[in-house]
Nanobody
Framework: QVRLVESGRGLVQAGDSLRLSCAAS????????MSWFRQAPGKEREFVGV????????VYADSVKGRFSISRDNAKNTVYLQIISLKPEDTAVYYC????????????????????WGQGTQVTVSS
C-alpha cells in the first residue's frame, strides 16, 4: 500500500513561486504515473497535470500551462509541483495521486484510474 504525503508552504503572496512535494512511502512510485489535482473552496476537484513514470512526458490543464511544472525523482520516491507567478485563484487544496500507467502520458487520468491519493496540502495565495 503506497502512502502519499504532500507538503509545501501553505501561505504565499501573489507573484511568489512555490514548490510542493509529494513523498511516497510503503512502496515505490517508479512504476506509476503521478498526477496533481486541486480543489478550491466550493468547487470540484480539478486536474492540474500528470507526469509519466519515467518523467519523459507531461500533460497539463490548459488553465495552468506555462506556470505549473511537474517533475519527479524516483530515487527519492518523490514528485514535485513547481508553481510560478502565483495568483489568488490558485488558492486550493493540492492533491497528488498515483496511477499505474507504464506508458507515456497523453491525457488526464479518470478518477477510476487513480490507485492512490494523498491527503492534500492547503495553499493560500494572498493578494
Amino acid at each position: 500500500q503506497v502512502r502519499l504525503v504532500e507538503s509545501g508552504r501553505g501561505l504565499v503572496q501573489a507573484g511568489d513561486s512555490l514548490r510542493l512535494s509529494c513523498a511516497a512511502s510503503g512502496g515505490t512510485i517508479s512504476s506509476y504515473a503521478m498526477s496533481w489535482f486541486r480543489q478550491a473552496p466550493g468547487k470540484e476537484r480539478e486536474f492540474v497535470g500528470v507526469i509519466s513514470w519515467s518523467g519523459g512526458s507531461t500533460v497539463y490543464a490548459d488553465s495552468v500551462k506555462g506556470r505549473f511544472s511537474i517533475s519527479r525523482d524516483n530515487a527519492k520516491n518523490t514528485v514535485y509541483l513547481q508553481i510560478i507567478s502565483l495568483k489568488p485563484e490558485d488558492t486550493a487544496v493540492y492533491y497528488c495521486a498515483a496511477q499505474r500507467w507504464m506508458a507515456g502520458v497523453s491525457r488526464a487520468p479518470r478518477r477510476d484510474e487513480i490507485d492512490y491519493w494523498g491527503q492534500g496540502t492547503q495553499v493560500t495565495v494572498s493578494s
